[in-house]
């Protein structure tokens, strides 16, 4: 390994991501100030059929357009999704507010490679020493949520993609090889070096 350096690494939403995202919001948006009026007005009154146009409303808003106007929002604002310096790594822009380990509570750092419709991502899994790597302090829901999406998906509660950050998992690898000095595990199809 390299000797640790001052320097953060930031990893911002990559642009053609913010793009699709908010192409996708404002579509949604459009497509719901349409539909829900209409199948509300088939609805005629039906309570089943009224639960169910606003439930895909809930849905629509919950899980598509709010998460993504989120993420562009940070992204426009100049907030990281995830920052890699010589204290240790932080989903988020801040140690005070975001999901944060320190270098010295790293157990083990694992790349899973997974290939799926064509694209090649590198999930990058952190597996902390103690089973609660944020400071105690009080979560809100959203980060609450990505704790417990993150122990399903990654057996982690610190987990993520590196295909949607910019410079991708090239510019990810290269921030660990600067500042962490353990042994990085690489798992899946396509190899790559950390």
Same mark, same amino acid.
């Given at each position: 390994?390299?000797?640790?350096?001052?320097?953060?690494?930031?990893f911002?939403? !990559?642009?053609w #991501?913010?793009a699709? $995202?908010?192409?996708?919001s404002?579509?949604?948006?459009?497509?719901?100030?349409f539909? =829900?009026?209409?199948?509300?007005?088939? !609805?005629?009154g039906?309570?089943?059929?009224?639960?169910?146009?606003?439930a &895909?409303?809930?849905? $629509?808003?919950?899980?598509?357009i709010?998460?993504?106007?989120?993420?562009?929002?940070?992204?426009? =604002?100049?907030v990281?999704?995830?920052?890699?310096?010589?204290?240790?790594? #932080? $989903?988020?822009?801040?140690?005070?507010r975001?999901?944060?380990v320190?270098?010295?509570?790293?157990?083990?750092?694992t790349?899973?490679?997974?290939?799926?419709?064509?694209?090649?991502?590198?999930?990058?899994? &952190?597996?902390?020493?103690r089973p609660?790597? =944020?400071?105690?302090? !009080?979560?809100?829901?959203?980060?609450?949520?990505?704790?417990?999406?993150?122990?399903l998906?990654?057996?982690?509660?610190?987990?993520?993609?590196? =295909?949607?950050?910019?410079?991708?998992?090239k510019?990810v690898?290269?921030?660990?090889?600067?500042?962490?000095?353990?042994? &990085?595990a690489?798992?899946?199809?396509?190899?790559?070096?950390?």
């Amino acid at each position: 390994m390299t000797e640790r350096h001052a320097e953060a690494h930031r990893f911002y939403l !990559a642009n053609w #991501v913010t793009a699709l $995202f908010i192409m996708s919001s404002v579509g949604g948006t459009v497509a719901l100030w349409f539909a =829900v009026p209409d199948l509300l007005r088939d !609805a005629g009154g039906d309570t089943g059929k009224v639960i169910g146009a606003l439930a &895909i409303l809930a849905v $629509f808003l919950g899980l598509l357009i709010l998460p993504e106007a989120y993420l562009v929002t940070r992204r426009l =604002v100049g907030v990281p999704l995830l920052v890699i310096d010589r204290r240790g790594i #932080v $989903f988020g822009g801040s140690w005070d507010r975001d999901l944060a380990v320190e270098w010295h509570n790293v157990r083990r750092i694992t790349v899973r490679t997974t290939r799926s419709n064509g694209v090649t991502d590198h999930m990058l899994v &952190i597996d902390p020493i103690r089973p609660k790597p =944020v400071r105690q302090r !009080a979560m809100n829901i959203r980060q609450k949520a990505v704790l417990g999406l993150n122990r399903l998906m990654f057996g982690s509660p610190v987990g993520t993609s590196t =295909v949607y950050l910019g410079g991708g998992w090239k510019a990810v690898g290269e921030g660990l090889r600067q500042h962490y000095s353990g042994a &990085i595990a690489l798992e899946g199809k396509s190899g790559g070096r950390a």
